[in-house]
């Protein structure tokens, strides 16, 4: 057994060769399993707190574009 504290800054790394991971990540931070490829292959990492921003940057751009484009094109 293990008594060691974990590392504090121990990087969260998402394994994309289990499927049951790709499932478990993509539920994790919201999106599809392609989605969460897609998001790796965008930001270039597979640092789980790295793809988790692009995925919601990319929902907050896509929010964004469709409200103005509401606006604009009614």
């Not at 897609?38 to 919601?56: K, L, P």
Request: charged share 25%; hydrophobic share 35%; proline share 4%.
């Amino acid at each position: 057994m293990n008594n060691f504290p974990p590392l504090p800054n121990k990087k969260s790394i998402i394994d994309l060769t289990d499927e049951k991971a790709q499932h478990y990540w993509a539920a994790r931070l919201g999106t599809t399993v392609e989605g969460l490829k897609s998001a790796i292959r965008a930001c270039q990492s597979m640092d789980a707190e790295q793809v988790q921003a692009y995925i919601q940057d990319s929902a907050r751009t896509r929010k964004l574009w469709s409200r103005d484009r509401t606006h604009l094109f009614g």
